[in-house]
């Protein structure tokens, strides 16, 4: 006869080596952008991502000024964030706030006012946790079990655990304004490279033939794993 003791013991250790296996899986993050002027004739926004091992930096910028300056503030401001914190040891926020005031002093110095000219968003990855920052008119979706929220929508900055199939749509307001959230849950929910669905979606706002239509950007990140 089988000891019930020996039986509970081997349930357990299964148990716990499924929970143990389970906390230690990596996320497998893979991502896809596209960019488009729309009837623009100049691109005022930007873009910057950056992958190792230990995390992901994401960022989409809005220059809210003049083409030339505009561009620059950008740029400006996703290459600071990109930098700052692919380096920065200190926590998530503090070191967003350290970046903020970088870019109002570079600014400044350059062809500005103080005022921040820019709107951005930005997303930092780091095993199952995702954080998350913004200023101004740019846009960050989750959809997970078929369903889409708008995570930006009420609150600048928060925090999150990543779950496996998540997939997060970054965007300027050239593309956030123009897309409806069916549009959107209807191309995030095929099975295609995240690339893939970057052109599908610009695809469809160029679709609509939007008269003035702004240029914008998209950045898909999934977790695959």
């Not at 020996?6 to 899986?25: D, E, N, S």
């Not at 960019?35 to 623009?40: K, N, V």
């Not at 040891?89 to 103080?114: D, G």
Request: aromatic content about 10%.
């Amino acid at each position: 006869m089988i000891d019930i003791k020996i039986v509970i013991l081997i349930i357990a250790l299964l148990i716990f080596f499924a929970y143990v296996r389970k906390c230690t899986q990596k996320n497998k993050i893979e991502y896809g952008n596209i960019q488009c002027l729309g009837q623009r004739s100049y691109q005022n926004d930007y873009f910057s991502v950056f992958q190792s091992d230990q995390k992901m930096i994401a960022t989409v910028a809005d220059g809210m000024i003049t083409h030339k300056k505009g561009r620059y503030a950008a740029i400006l401001a996703a290459e600071v964030l990109k930098e700052n914190l692919s380096t920065s040891t200190e926590p998530y926020f503090l070191t967003i706030e350290k970046s903020v005031h970088e870019m109002q002093a570079k600014m400044s110095q350059s062809m500005f006012n103080r005022t921040l000219q820019v709107s951005f968003l930005n997303v930092v990855i780091e095993g199952n946790h995702f954080w998350w920052y913004s200023i101004g008119n740019c846009y960050l979706f989750l959809y997970r079990d078929r369903a889409l929220t708008r995570v930006n929508q009420h609150k600048q900055k928060g925090r999150l655990k990543i779950k496996k199939r998540d997939t997060f749509l970054l965007c300027t307001d050239g593309a956030g304004l123009q897309l409806s959230e069916i549009e959107m849950i209807n191309v995030l929910k095929k099975k295609n490279m995240p690339y893939v669905k970057c052109v599908n979606l610009s695809n469809q706002i160029r679709d609509k033939n939007i008269i003035d239509q702004d240029h914008f950007t998209i950045v898909i990140i999934e977790n695959v794993a």
